[in-house]
């Protein structure tokens, strides 16, 4: 029996990560994994809400060999042989089974909402199984003890607030105690099954299934006639987390600068169902067939991972913390991959249960802080799955799915921005899930997504409700689904950020995260 301050269980980049912070706190920790690094993992593909987030936790943690990790220029520079890809934005084309795609004169069935003003500030997709190396290297460097090959099988918690986990390593027995416990381990993780805590639901969003793989030969649409559109996007819509939206569903596709691109489908039950997804590989060209352009583009593609298929995407735990434990949000919860809310969930998850390390430095992490970190954990991802369920219900009316995206490009840009400026306050909640206006919004849109289409009052709703957070010029008409990065809009919202315009723009003109004039 060895004794640790915290034992974390999976060594994806999250547990690393918090291994890392511990270990700059004077904890001594354990990282315990069951497989072996390098290993395929999904969830890969940021945010500027994400990479602003790591940065701070770099910063805050004296860890600067992660700063390259935070944009794609620098990433490139420095950790080259560390595999990502470039993210300028989000890109969505909306489809009808059986119907080729193509541009309308309108751009009424697209949507281009950019993230960066350029490919050196821009987003990036982590090749997991590169990303989560290189993290895990950077916690053992820092001194914490990592143990790959691990079976865990029992966790018994004491009347001391510490735990004692058992398993086998190599054929040999296998136990430690710790003070705390942290699982990183994904939905219906190990401390969920082995602490027998009971998995609840998500009322407002539909039952869905997923396939996915990677693959290489995945045709960029602007080399496509069929997606060619007129004018200059505000960046390559290829360069982005592309989302081909259709009735019952969605599918992504994420580039890698190695040649590889992730793609799957996420589809309600109901579609899953008439697809017959879970015969997995074998359904692929079904899908396929159904939207024309789409297989156009994957005619000549070739998997080069196994397809993993997966009954039942959502996951949600009924608790996430306990006397001597915790999960982080991703092993608490986990909604959809629909835009990109798992690294950021996951990253304020750490950035809170980090801020417990360091307030409970030489005792044992428990209390109030704890229970709340639990409670805000639970509360977001319920938050977050009313917000994309309704965006399920509103994929078959594209005009409507592009209006309620705009809630979520709102407090996304609303955030990043308040943290730009050092107030972190003005956006506590992930997706702006503290703001009553802004979620009355979103249960208005719920309750009417099959209005009639003509009845405009569904945009005018949308308006209104993000107008305290709208700073990205969204929901301009004359735009026509194309908004580039445009830091005038910030400026002329400036007061939504307690500042003057002669204030902000003073800022933007010497922050390094500008690089536009104004």
């Not at 992730?262 to 359904?283: I, Y």
């Amino acid at each position: 029996m060895r004794d640790f301050d915290i034992a974390i269980i999976g060594s994806g980049f999250a547990g690393s990560l918090l291994a890392m912070i511990a270990r700059r706190l004077d904890y001594s920790v354990i990282l315990l994994e069951r497989g072996r690094h390098p290993r395929f993992a999904i969830g890969e593909s940021t945010s500027p809400l994400a990479n602003l987030l790591l940065e701070e936790l770099a910063r805050r943690y004296d860890l600067p060999r992660l700063l390259p990790f935070t944009s794609y220029g620098l990433w490139q520079r420095t950790y080259p042989q560390v595999v990502c890809g470039l993210k300028r934005g989000f890109t969505f084309f909306h489809h009808e089974p059986g119907k080729p795609w193509c541009a309308l004169p309108d751009r009424s069935n697209q949507l281009a909402v950019a993230a960066s003003p350029c490919d050196e500030l821009a987003d990036t997709h982590w090749l997991r199984a590169d990303v989560d190396q290189f993290f895990v290297h950077e916690a053992i460097a820092l001194g914490a003890e990592y143990q790959d090959e691990t079976l865990l099988t029992e966790a018994e918690p004491s009347t001391d607030n510490d735990m004692t986990l058992r398993g086998e390593r190599h054929g040999s027995s296998f136990a430690v105690r710790a003070r705390f416990v942290i699982d990183a381990t994904g939905p219906r993780g190990f401390l969920s099954r082995t602490l027998g805590l009971r998995e609840a639901s998500f009322p407002d969003y539909p039952a869905t299934e997923t396939l996915f793989s990677h693959f290489r030969g995945v045709r960029r649409c602007d080399r496509m006639d069929a997606f060619r559109v007129e004018g200059t996007p505000p960046y390559p819509l290829d360069d982005a987390a592309l989302h081909h939206v259709f009735p019952g569903g969605w599918m992504w596709i994420l580039r890698f600068n190695n040649g590889v691109t992730s793609a799957g489908v996420a589809l309600t039950r109901a579609a899953a169902e008439e697809l017959k997804l879970s015969e997995g590989e074998s359904t692929w060209p079904r899908f396929l067939r159904r939207f024309p352009t789409v297989e156009e583009q994957f005619a000549e593609a070739e998997a080069v991972e196994p397809f993993r298929y997966s009954p039942a995407l959502a996951y949600r735990c009924s608790v996430a913390a306990g006397q001597g434990w915790a999960l982080l949000p991703s092993a608490a919860a986990f909604v959809d991959p629909l835009f990109s809310t798992g690294i950021p969930l996951t990253l304020l998850g750490i950035e809170r249960l980090s801020r417990l390390l360091e307030d409970t430095r030489g005792g044992n992490v428990v209390g109030q802080g704890l229970r709340d970190y639990g409670r805000i954990t639970l509360e977001e991802a319920d938050w977050v799955a009313r917000y994309i369920g309704t965006c399920y219900a509103a994929m078959p009316c594209f005009d409507r799915f592009v209006a309620l995206s705009h809630f979520y490009f709102a407090a996304a840009s609303f955030a990043e921005m308040a943290r730009r400026l050092g107030q972190p306050q003005l956006a506590r909640c992930f997706l702006a899930g503290d703001d009553p206006g802004f979620r009355a919004g979103v249960e208005w849109c719920a309750g009417n997504i099959g209005a009639p289409k003509e009845d405009e009052s569904f945009r005018r709703k949308v308006a209104e409700a993000i107008a305290p957070r709208n700073i990205a010029g969204l929901h301009d008409p004359e735009k026509r689904n194309w908004y580039e990065v445009d830091l005038s809009d910030v400026v002329r919202g400036a007061a939504k950020l307690a500042l003057t315009q002669e204030r902000l723009r003073e800022i933007i003109d010497t922050a390094p995260w500008a690089q536009t004039k104004l």
